[in-house]
């Protein structure tokens, strides 16, 4: 369902009513999101969605560089992890860009706030 809005002055409003609450929080209008490349793996964090193309910016994102909990990228896009203790993500990197991006999956907020409560792993 598309968000309803209001131009008021050439300015266009979204209603907070007319927005999914399932979806993850957005940075600027950018989405939270589980990218995986080709070959650089796989990372959580803020992208914009409108931009097409195998190369983007990714900001506030974290390496998903082992998970548990979850069976799939896709599982884990919707419910987050159920076993946070096993999952091993590095801090957050504040902008990162991607080369060879291959797929984008969109996060509600419970995966989101699950990936983002996951302790910082360190070797």
Request: aromatic share 8%; proline share 4%; net charge negative.
């Amino acid at each position: 369902m598309e968000p309803q809005t209001i131009k008021i002055d050439d300015i266009e409003y979204v209603r907070a009513d007319s927005v999914s609450q399932d979806m993850a929080s957005t940075l600027d209008g950018m989405e939270y999101c589980i990218i995986r490349t080709y070959s650089a793996g796989v990372f959580a964090g803020y992208i914009d969605r409108s931009v097409n193309g195998k190369e983007r910016t990714i900001y506030k994102s974290r390496r998903i560089w082992y998970w548990k909990g979850a069976a799939t990228l896709s599982q884990l896009s919707q419910e987050g992890t159920s076993k946070p203790d096993e999952c091993k993500f590095p801090c957050e990197e504040p902008e990162k860009d991607l080369t060879e991006i291959i797929e984008i999956i969109p996060c509600t907020k419970k995966a989101e706030k699950s990936i983002k409560g996951v302790k910082i792993w360190v070797e």
